[in-house]
């Protein structure tokens, strides 16, 4: 079956900016997990979404959201965009929210802010 | 916050070698999980522990969690050029939804 697709691949935009981000899990998985990787501070939790509805939130700023649609599609927004915010960003999907199910990674999106 | 801090971050050692890391923190974990990452993709599970003690074995692979949960090691005997990469230990905290807690992960160069 068809794995997480995560759209686009690579995004450059400019600082003050707004960005959405598409990921696509697999198909039957409820839940969306979103994180941001940096190489200085690894992966870092962003938000998760089971059912439309967020279950739980990391420690970001409020530019940072989400939503999940009917499909299970997920999109993230990040608005007024910062230098720092420049990374890879992950979805990974599973298919209920529980701690020990496998989640499954998309390749992620490259965002550069400059 | 919860961290896990993997040991070493960098490795870089000649094909047949055995070698560890090590993820370890101050906090218990209700689960462990390793992932491997190589460029441009995202992690890829490789396995969950979730019992103190326990051992799970995977090819050359050998994973054990802590008594206490922990900590976690991951071993890798007569390595290989494919197993370079990223590899990142993660854990679940307890509760509910929560999100994985990652280390920031130990970059492996396995030379030919």
């Known amino acids: 079956k068809a794995g997480v697709t995560q759209t686009p691949r690579y995004l450059i935009k400019t600082r003050g900016q707004q960005v959405t981000l598409s990921c696509s899990p697999i198909s039957g998985h409820r839940s969306v997990s979103w994180y941001q990787q940096t190489p200085g501070q690894g992966l870092q939790f962003l938000f998760e979404?089971?059912?439309?509805?967020?279950?739980n939130k990391g420690n970001f700023p409020g530019r940072f959201s989400g939503r999940q649609f009917s499909n299970s599609r997920s999109e993230m927004n990040v608005s007024t965009l910062e230098l720092g915010d420049s990374a890879l960003y992950l979805c990974a999907s599973s298919f209920v929210s529980r701690r020990d199910t496998e989640a499954f990674f998309g390749q992620g999106t490259r965002l550069t802010v400059v | 916050t919860q961290l896990l801090e993997q040991s070493p971050q960098f490795l870089s050692i000649q094909e047949g070698e055995n070698l560890t890391v090590y993820c370890n923190s101050s906090?218990?974990?209700?689960?462990l999980q390793w992932y491997r990452q190589e460029p441009g993709e995202g992690p890829v599970l490789l396995v969950t522990v979730v019992t103190g003690g326990e051992v799970k074995k995977l090819k050359r692979l050998t994973f054990q969690f802590g008594d206490a949960r922990k900590d976690s090691s991951l071993h890798i005997t007569a390595a290989q050029p494919g197993d370079t990469g990223l590899y990142l230990c993660a854990g679940h905290s307890g509760g509910g939804a929560d999100g994985l807690t990652f280390g920031k992960g130990t970059h492996l160069i396995i030379q030919p």
């Open positions: 906090s218990v974990f209700s689960s």
């Open positions: 979404y089971f059912s439309e509805t967020q279950r």
